[in-house]
């Protein structure tokens, strides 16, 4: 079955660890795809600094530093497209009815995310739409989530191969992604033009940021 990994967020800016995210799911899921989801207007974030424009140019850089098989990264704008806030729930409904019943798609989130899973609009609609497979940050564990995200998460939770051969409805735990980068961080040492920002950024997209005087 041919699956796609659907990586959502403000990339602003994308940095390594989004790349090291979508590298290490599709090696593990066996994916065929990994499409890189920039929000339009996240509605539990504030204001975004870099314009959607930007933001895609520099995702554009980075994924053309990865390598093309067995995966292909990609980069779809509907959420840029959308008036009005971006819910997840309207993306994978969107998605599902464009790519069929058959395809598997895999919603990658990372732990902070998981947290605050049971916070998201229709939460408990995702696995109708999609599997999803959280990556595990430093200072974050499975065992500090709600109950109601707890009882979700243990009834579904299946070995990658499931996810691979079946469309939605399940979850994995990626545990061997031991990467904490924080673009919030990134954009301060940006701003004082830090030089500790440039080894969390790949090197076009530091190019590009100094070039355009971001952040």
Same mark, same amino acid.
């Given at each position: %079955?041919?699956? #796609?990994?659907?990586?959502?967020?403000?990339?602003?800016?994308?940095?390594?660890?989004?790349?090291?995210?979508?590298?290490?799911?599709?090696?593990?899921?066996?994916?065929?795809?990994? @499409?890189?989801?920039?929000?339009?207007?996240?509605?539990?974030?504030?204001? !975004? #600094?870099?314009?959607?424009?930007?933001?895609?140019? %520099? !995702?554009?850089?980075?994924?053309?530093?990865?390598?093309?098989?067995?995966?292909?990264?990609?980069?779809?704008?509907?959420?840029?497209?959308?008036?009005?806030?971006?819910?997840?729930?309207?993306?994978?409904?969107?998605?599902?009815?464009?790519?069929?019943?058959?395809?598997?798609l895999v919603l990658l989130i990372g732990a902070d995310q998981l947290l605050k899973l049971h916070t998201w609009r229709?939460?408990?609609? !995702?696995?109708?739409?999609?599997? #999803?497979?959280?990556? %595990?940050?430093?200072?974050?564990?499975?065992?500090?989530?709600?109950?109601?995200?707890?009882?979700?998460?243990?009834? @579904?939770?299946?070995?990658?191969?499931?996810?691979?051969?079946?469309?939605?409805?399940?979850?994995?735990?990626? @545990?061997?992604?031991? #990467?904490?980068?924080?673009?919030?961080?990134?954009?301060?040492?940006?701003?004082?033009?830090?030089?500790?920002?440039?080894? !969390?950024?790949?090197?076009?997209?530091?190019?590009?940021?100094?070039?355009?005087?971001?952040?």
């Amino acid at each position: %079955m041919h699956t #796609i990994g659907l990586f959502g967020g403000s990339f602003d800016p994308v940095h390594n660890a989004h790349l090291a995210l979508a590298q290490a799911s599709a090696k593990t899921l066996s994916l065929g795809e990994v @499409r890189f989801l920039p929000a339009g207007q996240p509605w539990q974030k504030d204001g !975004l #600094i870099a314009n959607p424009t930007q933001r895609v140019e %520099m !995702l554009q850089l980075a994924i053309a530093g990865l390598p093309a098989q067995p995966c292909r990264f990609d980069i779809d704008q509907r959420e840029l497209k959308r008036s009005g806030a971006t819910y997840t729930i309207d993306t994978l409904i969107d998605l599902r009815a464009e790519v069929g019943p058959g395809i598997s798609l895999v919603l990658l989130i990372g732990a902070d995310q998981l947290l605050k899973l049971h916070t998201w609009r229709r939460w408990q609609e !995702l696995w109708a739409y999609s599997h #999803i497979a959280v990556a %595990m940050r430093p200072g974050y564990a499975v065992d500090q989530l709600p109950d109601e995200v707890t009882q979700e998460w243990q009834h @579904r939770e299946a070995p990658p191969a499931t996810l691979h051969n079946t469309p939605h409805g399940h979850t994995f735990l990626l @545990r061997d992604l031991d #990467i904490d980068i924080s673009a919030t961080a990134i954009r301060a040492d940006l701003k004082q033009d830090a030089p500790s920002s440039d080894g !969390l950024l790949p090197k076009p997209v530091l190019d590009y940021i100094r070039t355009h005087h971001l952040y």
